[in-house]
């Protein structure tokens, strides 16, 4: 069975910065495209970012572009979120998510999912 352990979430103020990490025991998963979705309260899960199993392309959701930065290390099965310049409406429970379709932002896509990590911005 995969699991995706995910850790890093906290409580922050506006303009902090946070790094999230993502981590399996399953070195398969780490071929598979990553990603990072998130669900604030009486929202839907909403796509965040994602990163090939390679590393070498990503792609952004417009509402996080230029502040969140996804990178993973397979060798130590891991893919991480470095969020900067946070905002309140960046609050949400963060999730990890693994999947065939690289680039893709829909979450019908991933088959993976973490537990999920709470990620609080105070104004």
């Known amino acids: 069975q995969v699991q995706l352990v995910e850790s890093g979430g906290g409580l922050v103020q506006a303009e902090d910065s946070l790094r999230l990490s993502c981590t399996t025991s399953?070195?398969?998963?780490?071929?598979?495209?990553m990603a990072w979705f998130r669900q604030a309260p009486g929202k839907e899960r909403e796509f965040v970012a994602t990163?090939?199993?390679?590393?070498?392309?990503?792609r952004y959701a417009d509402s996080v572009k230029g502040r969140f930065t996804i990178s993973r290390d397979n060798a130590k099965n891991t893919v991480y979120l470095h969020m900067n310049s946070l905002k309140p409406e960046d609050t949400a429970v963060y999730y990890c998510?693994?999947?065939?379709?690289?680039?893709?932002?829909?979450?019908?896509?991933?088959?993976?999912w973490g537990q999920g990590t709470q990620v609080t911005v105070s104004s």
């Open positions: 998510a693994a999947g065939l379709v690289p680039g893709t932002i829909a979450r019908a896509q991933y088959a993976y």
């Open positions: 990163i090939t199993w390679s590393g070498g392309s990503t």
């Open positions: 399953r070195r398969t998963v780490m071929t598979l495209a």
